[in-house]
């Protein structure tokens, strides 16, 4: 079955940085475009990034842009975000998801809290 997990959250000072990493198992990782999402407290899940199955195209929020680099390596069947110049902003859990069989899946979340 496809299984996403997630890591690499954690508390970091604005300004600072974090890499996230996703795991996937469940399904041919290189056929496939994989999706970050986050959700602040009382917020909407939105997209952040996506990435082409061989990695040619990536797409961003402009709230994000110029500041997260999605990226994968389709020998590990990982998906990475790596987040700069973090900003209490960017306070949330970040999912990473595929859509596989006509059906979204998604990992269990991590998160990221930016504080000082």
């Known amino acids: 079955q496809v299984q996403l997990v997630e890591s690499g959250g954690g508390l970091v000072q604005p300004g600072g940085s974090l890499r996230l990493s996703c795991a996937a198992s469940?399904?041919?990782?290189?056929?496939?475009?994989m999706n970050w999402y986050r959700q602040a407290p009382e917020k909407e899940r939105e997209l952040v990034a996506n990435?082409?199955?061989?990695?040619?195209?990536?797409n961003y929020a402009d709230s994000v842009k110029g500041r997260f680099t999605i990226s994968r390596d389709n020998a590990k069947n990982t998906v990475y975000l790596q987040m700069t110049t973090l900003k209490p902003d960017d306070t949330a859990v970040y999912y990473c998801?595929?859509?596989?069989?006509?059906?979204?899946?998604w990992g269990q979340g991590t998160q990221v809290t930016v504080s000082s």
């Open positions: 990435i082409s199955n061989l990695g040619l195209r990536t």
């Open positions: 998801s595929v859509v596989y069989g006509n059906r979204r899946y």
């Open positions: 469940g399904f041919t990782f290189r056929n496939y475009a």
